[in-house]
């Protein structure tokens, strides 16, 4: 089902675009460095593992687009390697970024854009963190509010100045 396209103010898209250049820079953060066979690890028994969660974040952000196109279509998509769900998540989050970008009207509200699809990611993104800890490879804590995040800036080419915490 196709829903009317919805205007919305720049000032909006510019938030959710910053808000997926967050993503891209904390997720990048999560995800870099992991032991290799971190993906593959189960922490518990009815838990995910990290690249189950990680393929899960891909399957939000393809969500996300549809939903930016007046379309609510969900798809479970089976994970693949680590380095292939890493690169899905980049291209989905850019493909995402380009659609707000774009300056057409969206299919939702940009409000629902992010209650739904990217809260869901930036937690599930805090779980890899977590599951890093628990892995001994722990990501370092970082005063994000001195991060240098951009909106546009979505790829796994981020900023090494970081204000990191001992």
Request: glycine residues 10%; hydrophobic residues 35%; charged residues 30%.
């Amino acid at each position: 089902m196709t829903r009317p396209s919805i205007e919305t103010s720049d000032a909006k898209r510019e938030m959710l675009r910053h808000t997926l250049a967050t993503l891209a820079y904390r997720g990048g953060k999560a995800l870099r460095g992991a032991p290799e066979d971190f993906g593959a690890r189960r922490f518990a028994e009815t838990s995910r593992t990290p690249v189950e969660i990680l393929a899960h974040i891909g399957d939000l952000l393809e969500w996300a687009c549809w939903l930016a196109e007046g379309q609510h279509k969900w798809s479970d998509d089976a994970p693949k390697s680590w380095a292939e769900e890493v690169r899905r998540f980049y291209e989905g989050v850019a493909k995402l970024d380009t659609r707000l970008a774009s300056g057409r009207p969206l299919g939702c509200e940009p409000e629902k854009l992010f209650q739904g699809p990217i809260a869901d990611a930036l937690t599930h993104v805090g779980q890899i963190n977590m599951l890093r800890r628990m892995a001994g490879s722990p990501v370092r804590g970082e005063n994000y509010f001195r991060a240098e995040i951009a909106r546009g800036h979505v790829g796994d080419e981020q900023s090494d100045r970081r204000v990191e915490f001992d």
